[in-house]
């Protein structure tokens, strides 16, 4: 089954930019979605189709996709930003649908 | 604005079978495909599977044998039942709608992301 790798976490002080990593075989070939999770709430969709915002998502949330990595990047990043952010795709092969593994940003 | 509510029981014993069932107001539930997502405490997301609104399914294999999802669109709701629980099946139980995309250029389908998502319930299987 199609794998995807995030590191477990990721450090960045108020006003940086903080890049989270999701790698997968030739994953820019897929279409690569983030969630972004607080403690004890749902996961919020935060970008689509590699790099879509949805209403209301700040412009500060973009994403990329190329080769094996795709990257959310949060620029000037806000307390408010410390949160567990999740990829997700579509495995074409088997028509099921993964998530990676997670990656807890800190805010300094 | 379109938002999902789960409901059911929060303690299910092992070997029985866990039954949740997801509201949806705001919208109709006629199109999208409807979603279960569940989460382990500390863990992380495992999509269970979808239902579209006619009826077609599809799910997880490694839950597959045990997961049916139905869908109710004369009130709104969709279903989760999950048999043979066991421990390991402790978890929060999300219901999301997803949103199918294709490539602009060449028609193809490009899978579903999940927006938005219902606040979750807590289930435990323990005896």
């Known amino acids: 089954s199609y794998v995807l790798t995030q590191p477990p976490s990721v450090s960045v002080a108020p006003g940086q930019t903080a890049r989270i990593t999701c790698g997968g075989n030739n994953i820019g070939s897929k279409s690569v979605h983030w969630y972004q999770q607080k403690p004890g709430q749902a996961p919020v969709l935060v970008v689509y189709d590699d790099s879509d915002r949805p209403s209301g998502i700040p412009e500060r949330f973009s994403g990329s996709n190329s080769g094996n990595t795709a990257t959310l990047t949060i620029s000037r990043v806000e307390a408010g930003d410390e949160a567990d952010y999740y990829c997700?795709?579509?495995?074409?092969?088997?028509?099921?649908?993964?998530f990676g593994t997670g990656t807890k940003v800190t805010v300094l | 604005q379109v938002q999902l509510q789960e409901s059911g029981p929060g303690l299910v014993k092992p070997s029985e079978t866990l039954s949740l069932t997801c509201t949806v107001s705001g919208g109709s539930i006629s199109s999208y495909y409807w979603s279960w997502i569940r989460q382990p405490p500390g863990k992380g997301l495992e999509w269970i599977g979808y239902i579209y609104y006619s009826g077609s399914t599809n799910y997880n294999p490694s839950l597959k044998s045990r997961v049916t999802i139905s869908v109710d669109t004369s009130k709104n709701q969709f279903s989760l039942k999950l048999s043979s629980v066991t421990a390991a099946d402790t978890a929060v139980y999300y219901c999301a709608r997803g949103h199918s995309h294709y490539d602009i250029l060449t028609g193809y389908y490009k899978g579903i992301w999940f927006d938005p998502w219902g606040q979750g319930t807590l289930v435990t299987v323990s005896s």
């Open positions: 997700q795709v579509w495995d074409s092969s088997s028509d099921h649908y993964v």
